[in-house]
């Protein structure tokens, strides 16, 4: 049994072939094109994330972080109060004999 290579065999071969070789084409241009932007994306978010961040955000993060450190200065001088007042009321109900709780 002796397989000769005929000219219907070629046809079929080019059928198949061709086609495969334009996908295969296509593939490869397609991933190059994707490759690219991948970069392009790449460089974007590097200069993205060496900003500082939007002016108006800077703005109101300090903003923020002024406020809470006023709020914990007022908590503070609350506390001392409150000891105080803690002390004071100590202070009457020994003198007075009084039993507080």
Known sequence: MSFEFTAAHLGKLASWGLPMVFV???LYITL???AHDVD????RQETHLDLEGHPV????????STQQTDLMLEQRG????LAEQAVNIAAICQATGASCR
């Open 24 to 26: 295969a084409g296509g």
């Open 78 to 81: 609350m506390r001392e109060d």
């Open 32 to 34: 190059e094109a994707l």
């Open 57 to 64: 955000s800077q703005v109101r993060i300090e903003d923020l």
């Open 40 to 43: 392009k994306i790449s460089a």
